[in-house]
């Protein structure tokens, strides 16, 4: 009960949010904000399963984003699909190398499986860097239009670009956050977050530690290649910077700041990490510093992450 309790609630709060925040825009430069929040908070509500419940880590998922934005580029080019059938065929595609990726690399613990996806998030920025002839390089290529706009034309629909991305965004975060809080109190999910306090005490009892992990990253690598897709669409442009290792670590980030083990957590530090830079604009030149120092407190003072450490507060208050 409590737990059903607790996914209506991370529901009800991302609509809430979705719903309440555009009455706040003052231009359309806003919703596109929104939108990246949004996209960020998608890619690291997978990291919630690799990272918050089955407790491994990875410095290159954003070489999946990397895998799902090229293949809205190239999937209508070289294959020709439609844009909304290359996202799905990337989404596919990221699966499938997490996968055959993951069988071996995650045997490894700790910093070792750290490294190792490192490695992998590398490999696939330079293959989009120096494959110049097939995905334009450093310069990046274009992207085609998903075509909503011109479909919701055709039914005497007509919404600017920005408001469409917003919207169309937000309900996508809130499947994949409705899917990843099933899967939380699903035997799957009781089975991950066994090999987040100990492997070999899940194993004792009868877990397949090694299928558990791999599930874990291919979920997640499937959440990171739709996210690069959407962004990519978004943009209408992609290039190398979407794989590399910067990215990354960004991901990791706002997975940790807001609370890896919640998907409200984890969408709170992707709405942070996006906005906050946008915020600090008035320091100017000394914007990094104070972000800098923003994440080393909270780390510092609330190391469950923000929204776990809140909510363990008010609930002692309460008490």
Same mark, same amino acid.
């Given at each position: 009960?409590r737990s059903l309790?607790?996914k209506?609630?991370?529901?009800l709060?991302?609509?809430?949010l979705i719903a309440?925040a555009p009455?706040?825009?003052?231009?359309?430069?806003?919703?596109r904000v929104?939108?990246?929040?949004f996209?960020?908070?998608?890619a690291?509500?997978?990291?919630?399963?690799?990272?918050?419940?089955?407790g491994?880590?990875?410095?290159g998922?954003?070489?999946?984003?990397g895998i799902?934005?090229?293949?809205c580029?190239?999937?209508?080019?070289h294959?020709?699909?439609?844009?909304?059938?290359s996202l799905?065929f990337g989404?596919?595609?990221?699966?499938?190398?997490?996968?055959?990726v993951?069988?071996?690399i995650?045997?490894?613990k700790g910093?070792?499986l750290a490294?190792?996806?490192l490695?992998f998030?590398?490999?696939v920025?330079?293959?989009?860097?120096?494959?110049a002839?097939?995905?334009g390089?450093?310069d990046?290529?274009?992207?085609e239009?998903?075509?909503?706009?011109?479909?919701l034309?055709?039914?005497?629909i007509s919404?600017r670009a920005?408001e469409?991305?917003y919207?169309f965004?937000g309900?996508v975060?809130?499947?994949?956050?409705?899917?990843v809080?099933?899967?939380?109190?699903s035997?799957?999910g009781?089975?991950?977050?066994?090999?987040?306090?100990s492997e070999?005490a899940a194993r004792?009892?009868?877990v &397949?530690?090694?299928r558990?992990k791999?599930?874990?990253?291919?979920?997640s690598?499937?959440?990171?290649?739709?996210a690069? =897709?959407?962004?990519?669409?978004?943009?209408r442009?992609v290039?190398? &910077?979407i794989?590399?290792f910067l990215h990354?670590?960004?991901?990791v980030t706002?997975?940790?700041?807001g609370?890896a083990?919640?998907v409200?957590g984890?969408v709170?530090?992707?709405?942070?990490?996006?906005?906050?830079?946008?915020v600090?604009?008035?320091?100017h030149?000394?914007e990094?510093?104070?972000?800098?120092?923003?994440?080393?407190?909270?780390m510092?003072?609330?190391?469950e992450?923000l929204?776990? =450490?809140?909510?363990?507060?008010?609930?002692r208050?309460?008490r």
């Amino acid at each position: 009960m409590r737990s059903l309790k607790r996914k209506h609630i991370t529901l009800l709060a991302l609509v809430v949010l979705i719903a309440v925040a555009p009455l706040f825009f003052p231009s359309a430069f806003y919703y596109r904000v929104g939108t990246l929040m949004f996209i960020n908070g998608l890619a690291v509500t997978g990291l919630v399963v690799l990272i918050g419940y089955a407790g491994q880590i990875s410095l290159g998922h954003a070489g999946f984003s990397g895998i799902g934005a090229y293949a809205c580029a190239l999937g209508p080019l070289h294959l020709g699909l439609p844009p909304a059938a290359s996202l799905v065929f990337g989404a596919v595609l990221s699966g499938g190398i997490a996968w055959l990726v993951g069988r071996p690399i995650l045997r490894l613990k700790g910093h070792y499986l750290a490294v190792a996806t490192l490695g992998f998030g590398i490999l696939v920025s330079m293959v989009l860097t120096n494959e110049a002839h097939l995905t334009g390089g450093p310069d990046g290529m274009a992207v085609e239009d998903l075509g909503l706009r011109a479909a919701l034309r055709e039914i005497g629909i007509s919404v600017r670009a920005p408001e469409l991305w917003y919207w169309f965004s937000g309900l996508v975060l809130l499947a994949g956050a409705w899917l990843v809080l099933n899967l939380q109190d699903s035997p799957t999910g009781r089975a991950l977050r066994s090999l987040h306090d100990s492997e070999i005490a899940a194993r004792t009892v009868g877990v &397949d530690v090694a299928r558990y992990k791999l599930t874990a990253f291919v979920i997640s690598a499937v959440y990171a290649s739709v996210a690069g =897709s959407l962004l990519a669409m978004m943009n209408r442009f992609v290039s190398p &910077d979407i794989a590399g290792f910067l990215h990354s670590i960004q991901m990791v980030t706002m997975t940790v700041l807001g609370g890896a083990g919640t998907v409200l957590g984890a969408v709170t530090g992707a709405s942070i990490l996006t906005a906050l830079p946008q915020v600090l604009t008035v320091f100017h030149d000394y914007e990094h510093i104070v972000l800098g120092l923003i994440m080393m407190l909270v780390m510092i003072f609330l190391r469950e992450g923000l929204v776990p =450490s809140l909510a363990k507060l008010f609930g002692r208050r309460e008490r």
